[in-house]
């Protein structure tokens, strides 16, 4: 059997990168990770012109499907959400400043990984099952039957209790 020899292999990180932005599919991906890259750079900039720099880590940005005007923050938790909301319009204002232009911005909360693990409890020991009445219960159980008349259906309930509860 002949095989034909292995090709050499000596292509150089360039040449990928270059595959990469030729290739149909995987260019596409190329190309949005740069633009979400100078995206998160724009709002990180946008931020610290407002003096919450200190957020820039805490947002995930992107746009809205189907729209490049409307952008789209998801942040973890409520109080960043709150206080972004609270200056949209100047930081809509400073990113068209920047060179970015966006009609609207919508900030919505992520949901958090729980930080709960739940585990199954292994040392609760079974349950033993109630052997009978105590004595206090039987006196009281006796009490009640003296009381009730000898042809009630209540006294033959109790008897009937008193008869198949043993201690």
Same mark, same amino acid.
């Given at each position: 059997?002949?095989?034909?020899?292995? $090709?050499?292999?000596?292509?150089?990180?360039?040449?990928? #990168?270059?595959?990469?932005?030729?290739?149909?599919?995987?260019?596409?991906?190329? /190309?949005?990770?740069?633009? &979400?890259?100078?995206?998160?750079?724009?709002?990180?900039?946008?931020?610290?012109? =407002?003096?919450?720099?200190?957020?820039?880590?805490?947002?995930?940005?992107?746009?809205?499907?189907?729209?490049?005007?409307?952008?789209? #923050? &998801?942040?973890?938790?409520?109080?960043?959400?709150?206080?972004?909301?609270?200056?949209?319009?100047?930081?809509?204002?400073?990113?068209?400043?920047?060179?970015?232009?966006?009609?609207?911005?919508?900030?919505?909360?992520?949901?958090?990984?729980? /930080?709960?693990?739940?585990? $199954?409890?292994?040392?609760?020991?079974?349950?033993?099952?109630?052997?009978?009445?105590?004595?206090?219960?039987?006196?009281?159980?006796?009490? #009640?039957?003296?009381?009730?008349?000898?042809?009630?259906? =209540?006294?033959?309930?109790?008897?009937?209790? &008193?008869?198949?509860?043993?201690?």
């Amino acid at each position: 059997m002949n095989f034909a020899p292995k $090709p050499t292999r000596k292509q150089t990180a360039q040449d990928w #990168l270059d595959y990469l932005r030729d290739s149909n599919g995987l260019g596409g991906i190329l /190309a949005k990770t740069e633009d &979400l890259a100078k995206l998160k750079a724009s709002l990180g900039l946008a931020l610290a012109r =407002l003096d919450l720099g200190h957020l820039s880590p805490k947002i995930e940005a992107g746009w809205r499907s189907g729209t490049q005007n409307e952008l789209f #923050l &998801l942040v973890g938790s409520a109080s960043i959400a709150s206080r972004l909301q609270q200056i949209l319009p100047s930081l809509i204002n400073e990113l068209s400043n920047i060179g970015l232009h966006c009609s609207a911005i919508k900030v919505r909360i992520k949901p958090s990984n729980s /930080a709960w693990e739940i585990k $199954p409890r292994a040392d609760i020991p079974k349950q033993e099952k109630p052997k009978g009445l105590n004595d206090n219960a039987k006196k009281s159980w006796q009490g #009640l039957l003296e009381k009730l008349a000898p042809d009630s259906d =209540l006294r033959k309930a109790v008897e009937a209790l &008193l008869k198949n509860k043993p201690k």
